[in-house]
């Protein structure tokens, strides 16, 4: 089975600039998720999609960050205008349909590499 | 106070020795737990569930005690490819969304 797709690996951009992440997830789940976990931290999450609606973006610093999910599968993260402090890696990942009461894994993939310099 | 705490470390041990890492975390609401682990420069994967009545895999215990707030792993017999960062997971919310702590450095020594 495929895993979650990420490109580009790895991108360095200069302060102000803009980026854009994409991520593919795992075929047939309907969760999708992007974290950004800096040097020595635990992954953060940024924003989290049920489909294509949007269920949690309280720590998405929407003044400079944004994200979609179009149709429901793939997903932009995009950054406008990136500062340094957001040299991280940039994590996304997927689950199944969320049941109630019962643990699910999240899936994640191998993550965008971002330097601002 | 961090919604999930851990000790850093960073763990040096020989193989074959037990070592435990403990977390703990600061919303009694919480429903689930975990322990992911993440090797360097790598992307975290489940490694096991926590359930209230202690779980086993192998090698690997976790415990959970909800009265502390407070969620334990156990490798027995440790081997070199134990070698990662485990990070202790907590799902609070009503997005079940996933709460990472800072994660605690192994390093199995031959």
């Known amino acids: 089975e495929a895993g979650v797709a990420q490109s580009p690996r790895y991108k360095i951009i200069e302060k102000r600039q803009s980026v854009a992440f994409w991520c593919n997830p795992i075929s047939g789940h309907a969760t999708l998720y992007w974290y950004q976990q800096i040097l020595g931290q635990g992954p953060k999450l940024l924003i989290q999609?049920?489909?294509?609606?949007?269920?949690?973006d309280s720590q998405l610093p929407k003044d400079r960050f944004s994200a979609e999910r179009l149709k429901g599968v793939d997903s932009t993260l995009k950054i406008q205008p990136a500062k340094l402090e957001d040299s991280a890696v940039y994590l996304c990942a997927s689950s199944l349909e969320l049941l109630s009461g019962l643990p699910y894994e999240q899936y994640f993939g191998p993550g965008t590499r971002l330097t601002v310099t | 106070r961090k919604e999930v705490e851990q000790d850093p470390g960073p763990f040096n041990v020989p193989e074959g020795a037990t070592v435990a890492f403990n977390c703990t975390y600061s919303n009694s609401a919480s429903q689930s737990f975990f322990w992911y682990r993440q090797d360097c420069r790598k992307e975290p994967k489940l490694l096991m569930s926590?359930?209230?009545s202690g779980n086993e895999d192998g090698r690997f215990t976790a415990q959970l005690n909800r009265a502390s707030q407070y969620i334990s792993l156990l490798i027995r017999d440790s081997k070199l490819s134990d070698s990662a960062t485990y990070l202790c997971?907590?799902?609070?919310?009503?997005?079940?969304?996933?709460?990472f702590g800072s994660g605690t450095q192994l390093t199995v020594l031959p």
């Open positions: 997971v907590v799902e609070t919310g009503s997005a079940r969304q996933l709460t």
């Open positions: 926590v359930y209230s």
């Open positions: 999609f049920q489909n294509n609606g949007v269920v949690d």
